[in-house]
């Protein structure tokens, strides 16, 4: 099976319509997987103010992106792409990207 470049994106647009309503959520997920089995270990979620915590904290959002995650880490790793073990999921009103980047990127963001 080859890897498909549009997989991620196509992914997180179902999960962006089935849950994001609102246009003023912003911020970012920080992900960091084990690279020794591909799976999520950590995620620090950035968000741009208190009320955006609140709406999901404890909600089927949440829990879907940390599955979401989960299973990009692996099927990129499946597939040995680049910087497969860690990235960020920006967070525009009801768009989501992911950019997949080096652990040192991730660590110095999580540390700003």
Do not use: C
Request: aromatic residues 8%; hydrophobic residues 40%; proline residues 3%.
């Amino acid at each position: 099976m080859t890897y498909d470049s549009t997989f991620d994106q196509a992914r997180l647009d179902q999960l962006a319509k089935q849950h994001l309503t609102s246009e003023s959520m912003t911020g970012r997920i920080l992900f960091f997987g084990d690279p020794e089995e591909n799976r999520l270990d950590l995620a620090t979620w950035q968000l741009d103010n208190d009320e955006d915590y609140d709406a999901i904290k404890g909600s089927d959002f949440k829990l879907h992106m940390m599955e979401l995650l989960d299973a990009l880490l692996a099927y990129r790793a499946q597939h040995d792409q680049p910087n497969a073990s860690q990235g960020v999921v920006h967070v525009d009103g009801r768009r989501l990207s992911i950019e997949w980047l080096p652990k040192a990127d991730v660590e110095a963001m999580r540390n700003s």
